[in-house]
C-alpha cells in the first residue's frame, strides 16, 4: 500500500512558478514509477510527466516540455514537479501517481495509487 500526499498547489501569475511535491507512504517507493497529471472539469485527465524508479528515465507532456521538470528523492520519499513560465493553460488539479511497472506509462491506466490533487490556478 502507498499513499500519495501533494502539496504546493496555489495561485500565481502567468510566467510565474510553482514547485509541488508529492510525498509517499512505504518502504516501495523506490520500486515505483511516478508521474504527474492533471484535470479540469469536464476534461480526462491528462498525463504532465513522469520519472523512472531510478530517476534516469523522463518523459513530458508535449504542453510543458522545456518549462516543467520532475525529480525524485528516493530517500525522501518525494517526487516534486518544478512548473516555470507558467500560463493559464496549467491551471488545473495536479495529481501525483505510482506506477507499479516502474517505468511511468503515459496511460492513466496503468498507475495503482492516486493522491487527492493540488490545485494550480494561473491568472493572466
Known amino acids: 500500500q502507498v499513499q500519495l500526499v501533494e502539496s504546493g498547489g496555489g495561485l500565481v501569475q502567468a510566467g510565474g512558478s510553482l514547485r509541488l511535491s508529492c510525498a509517499a507512504s512505504?518502504?516501495?517507493?523506490?520500486?515505483?514509477?511516478m508521474a504527474w497529471f492533471r484535470q479540469t472539469p469536464g476534461r480526462e485527465r491528462e498525463f504532465v510527466t513522469g520519472?523512472?524508479?531510478?530517476?534516469?528515465?523522463?518523459r513530458y507532456g508535449d504542453s510543458v516540455k522545456g518549462r516543467f521538470t520532475i525529480s525524485r528523492d528516493n530517500a525522501r520519499n518525494t517526487v516534486y514537479l518544478e512548473m516555470n513560465r507558467l500560463i493559464s493553460e496549467d491551471t488545473a488539479v495536479y495529481y501525483c501517481?505510482?506506477?507499479?511497472?516502474?517505468?511511468?506509462?503515459?496511460?492513466?491506466?496503468?498507475?495503482?495509487?492516486w493522491g487527492q490533487g493540488t490545485p494550480v490556478t494561473v491568472s493572466s
Open positions: 501517481a505510482a506506477d507499479p511497472g516502474g517505468i511511468a506509462s503515459v496511460d492513466p491506466a496503468r498507475y495503482e495509487y
Open positions: 520519472i523512472s524508479r531510478t530517476g534516469f528515465g523522463t
Open positions: 512505504g518502504r516501495t517507493f523506490s520500486s515505483y514509477g
